[in-house]
């Protein structure tokens, strides 16, 4: 039994199966290789085992895949055109053609015509359709400079005779059936001037040339149903010439007005593309270009080109299919009309031309280098490719092609006669190693980016989230829910409406939520970067308001120092002459503790707080103070206190502390004291000798005025017995010393020295400038034992500046002059006579002072 199941086994299977997984069938009677009728017991069984689907398999078609084609790298085509040679042409010319209203021929000359047709000889001889021979002339020959030398491996050589057609057939048409498919390819004309590469392009009327023909061949083709039909083509012809010999310029030769381009890098910006609807117009452009083409006459060529020409046909394809979505890209076809090569001895060329000519072989060398560097690269890439490109419009133009991304195909042209044999093998020789260079085609054909059914995702991705314009944001999300909303809408009218469960809808709503994702994720990214940058310039901004800040503040202080010399300055100056020793201001280093202790609060306290230290001192009945603390106890070594014990004055503490300790002393004068009166009051405590030593004191005691108040905290400066003096006061000292107004007991005026500090006030911002001499920085008890010498001059308040021309005027004598035997004692001056100077001196004083 087992052995006939065994015999009537299906047929082994085939290698390759292809598993449907559709749903299951009903089971097919079992096909049977023999025509044998299965057993009986055998059929019993069948509708347990499944039948092998045999026919299904074999029913299946598998797909025939075309052979991957092994990626063939394609080497550079060159192909070889010779130039007919001029006496062929002169022969035939002379004896077929003969125009019969010529005077009649000269037979010598005749005979030397047919002597030139002997001499004209070809150098180059076609071997086939792939290489030439080149043949020195016989002079070189002899020289033994130059043998016979066969050049092979072209793509395809063009005999003299060969027409416009063949070198279009063979070497333009395969260029332009890629173009078609989408390939974009360059073809440039190479060659010694005069060997026609501009025939070869752009031929004559009657013999078009590569150009024109491409042209018809487009047009032919669009006519039909080809890819082509479903392109638009666009020309565009510029020329790059130099300008003077200084460099390159690019010209429009389609333009209308200004054709001069703008050059940046490789690009060439503002070219005009007109597009070629048929070849009529294509043709009367390719003309119109061809008149504005630079040209000159030159030994070579009667009409030489003198710059690089550069024809682009581009094919945009406008082919969408709504179905495959399928979007072709676009195509462009070059072709480049070098100037030619020329030798400066051939040419004849000078001044204006010459220069061209330089420029014309400098393109020219350049080209053939950008070649050499990338066959030498292709050979060994470690060593990278040199940028030759870099060094000339035309191969930055066209750098793509010259580094082997693109294909190309190049057409050199040489003259056959012997005198051109040098630039023959010239170009030969450069260019026979051009055809071992390849290029890959990396390049995509036509047709084969696939692209998204939303195509406008690729926007999002164009967003630039690093420097965003949140007007173009909000464009782009503006559009992007249009777009939507309007696909959704026309969706929704496809679909039925009234069936919510249409998947169609379904996956239109999924993907209109998944867009509107994208597009909210993308503009918070968006926001959050604005915002960045906005925290950015906030931190930016605080860092000046700091800064500015600071600024004042140093500002401030500086201010504050200055009023705080004046008002020592003017106090001390009117005290000294007043009475010998007075209690030193305070309020101005009040004022400046409380500033410096505001510091670090607003800058308009500070200011405020300067203005009561000047504003207060004027006023008597200013409030209880908060800082009471800080009201130091004044301290005064005098002349008549032998006793080192200071002097200590209490003050109310109910005083401001912006209040001075010479408005608490003020405060003693009696309120009712006639101002006019000088004779000071016999209780006042005021009315103290001032010495010399204690002027010294003060000098040496500012100089380090403003470290202690910073050093000591407020409870030590109370303690501090030695009085400090202003600057000022120590520059009065010695201005008074030149006067020889020297310890003297002056009367105080009964003055309200309050009035007095408003005028201070006043004054202090028109006060000059007062300058500290170095000398002054010494200590005391130096200056004391130093000579007395006249100081250097500075400047002075302006009080003080009066002072003395007024004490000049007066010619004070110092009648009271103090014997160092009594200094220390303390002298009232209702003790001393007055005498009657000092009586005028101090009305004057009062008198100038506004008292
Ligand atoms: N294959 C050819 N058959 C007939 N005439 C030709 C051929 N090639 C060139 N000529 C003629 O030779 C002359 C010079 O040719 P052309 O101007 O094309 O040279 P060129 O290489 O472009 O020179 P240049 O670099 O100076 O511009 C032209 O009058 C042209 O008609």
Redesign the pocket.
């Known amino acids: 039994m087992e052995e006939l199941q065994r015999s009537f086994s299906p047929p082994p299977c085939p290698t390759t199966v292809t598993v449907r997984r559709n749903p299951p069938r009903k089971a097919r009677a079992t096909p049977y290789t023999t025509g044998a009728k299965p057993p009986s017991t055998i059929s019993l069984n069948t509708h347990h085992v499944p039948s092998f689907p045999m026919d299904e398999i074999l029913s299946i078609q598998i797909p025939q895949h075309e052979p991957i084609k092994p990626l063939v790298s394609e080497s550079l085509k060159i192909f070889l ?4 040679l001029k006496s062929f ?1 002169k022969v035939t010319t002379t004896t077929k053609t003969r125009p019969r209203n010529v005077w009649p021929q000269n037979p010598s000359k005749k005979t030397n015509a047919k002597k030139s047709t002997r001499i004209e000889e070809a150098c180059i001889a076609l071997n086939d359709a792939y290489s030439v021979t080149l043949t020195p002339p016989q002079a070189l020959q002899e020289m033994k400079r130059s043998k016979t030398e066969v050049y092979e491996g072209f793509s395809h050589v ?1 005999a ?1 005779d ?1 027409s ?1 057609n063949d070198v279009y057939d063979k070497m333009v048409k395969p260029l332009l059936e890629d173009f078609m498919k989408g390939k974009s390819g360059m073809l440039a ?1 190479l ?14 009327p009657k ?1 078009p040339g590569i150009v024109p023909l491409t042209l018809r061949q487009i047009f032919r083709k669009s006519d039909e149903t080809s890819p082509g039909s479903l392109r638009t083509f666009y020309l565009s012809i510029f020329e790059i010439c130099s300008e003077r010999g200084k460099g390159e310029k690019a010209y429009d030769l389609l333009g209308d007005g200004s054709s001069e381009l703008y050059v940046q890098q490789s690009t060439i910006r503002g070219l005009k593309e007109v597009s070629i609807q048929n070849l009529e117009e294509a043709e009367s452009l390719i003309g119109q270009a061809m008149l504005k083409r630079a ?1 000159a006459t ?1 030994n ?7 710059s690089q020409c550069i024809i682009n046909i581009r094919a945009a394809c406008n082919d969408v299919s709504n179905e495959t979505k399928m979007q072709s890209s676009d195509a462009m076809l070059t072709i480049v ?6 030798r400066e001895k051939r040419t004849g060329n000078q001044g204006e031309r010459l220069v061209e000519s330089n420029f ?1 072989n400098n393109t020219s060398m350049v080209f053939g280098q950008c070649l050499r560097s990338l066959l030498e690269y292709q050979k060994n890439r470690k060593k990278g490719l040199q940028k030759h490109h870099q060094n000339s419009l035309l191969t930055r133009y066209l750098r793509d092609y010259l580094e082997g991304k693109k294909r190309m195909a190049l057409i050199l ?1 040489v003259k056959a006669g012997e005198e051109d044999y040098l630039d023959t093998s010239y170009l030969l020789k450069q260019a026979s190693p051009y055809m071992k260079i390849k290029f890959d085609n990396t390049e995509e054909p036509c047709n084969k980016r696939q692209l998204t059914t939303f195509p406008r995702v690729e926007k999002n991705k164009k967003i630039k989230l690093s420097a965003p314009k949140t007007s173009q944001i909000e464009e782009v999300v503006a559009g992007e829910r249009n777009q939507i909303s309007q696909e959704v809408n026309l969706q929704g009218k496809n679909a039925n409406p009234t069936d919510k469960s249409s998947p169609r809808l379904e996956h239109v709503a999924m993907e209109k939520n998944e867009r509107e994702h994208i597009i909210m994720q993308n503009f918070a990214k968006v926001i959050w970067n604005v915002l960045k940058q906005y925290n950015e310039k906030l931190k930016v901004a605080e860092g000046e308001i700091c800064s500015l800040k600071d600024n004042l503040r140093s500002e401030q202080l500086k201010s504050l120092e200055l009023e705080t010399e004046l008002i020592h300055l003017k106090s001390s100056c009117k005290q000294n002459l007043a009475e010998p020793c007075i209690p030193e201001t305070e309020a101005p280093i009040h004022a400046k503790e409380q500033f410096e202790r505001n510091v670090d609060g607003d800058s308009c306290n500070l200011i405020e707080a300067g203005r009561e230290v000047s504003v207060e001192g004027c006023n008597k009945s200013s409030g209880p103070s908060k800082n009471v603390e800080d009201a130091e106890l004044v301290v005064c070594h005098t002349s008549t206190d032998n006793d080192l014990e200071p002097r200590q004055h209490p003050i109310n503490p109910e005083e401001n502390v912006g209040t001075t300790q010479v408005e608490a002393e003020a405060t003693n004068f009696p309120s009712d004291q006639n101002e006019d009166d000088p004779t000071p009051s016999p209780d006042s405590p005021e009315h103290v000798e001032v010495s010399q030593d204690c002027i010294n004191n003060r000098l040496s005691n500012i100089q380090t005025k403003s470290a202690i108040f910073r050093r000591f905290p407020d409870s030590e400066k109370q303690k501090r017995n030695r009085r400090l003096l202003p600057a000022s006061s120590s520059s009065l000292a010695e201005e008074m010393g030149d006067l020889d107004v020297k310890d003297n007991q002056i009367e105080k005026p009964q003055v309200k020295i309050s009035e007095i500090r408003v005028q201070e006030k006043s004054e202090s911002t028109q006060g000059p400038e007062i300058e500290i001499p170095a000398r002054e920085a010494e200590p005391a008890s130096t200056k004391k034992q130093g000579s007395r010498q006249k100081p250097r001059r500075r400047l002075q308040p302006a009080s003080s500046v009066l002072l003395t021309r007024e004490i000049n005027t007066l010619e004070i004598e110092d009648d009271v002059a103090e014997s160092k035997g009594t200094r220390g004692r303390k002298k009232t001056t209702a003790s001393q006579p007055r005498s009657q100077g000092s009586v005028t001196l101090l009305r004057l004083l009062t008198n100038n002072l506004h008292i």
Request: overall charge positive.
């Open positions: 055109r010779i130039k007919p042409t063009f003299a060969c416009q004309a060659g010694p001037s005069g060997s026609g590469k501009t025939h070869t392009v752009f031929g004559t013999n040209t030159t070579s060529n009667s009409q030489s080109s003198r009309d070098l100037a030619g090569a020329e014309i042209t």
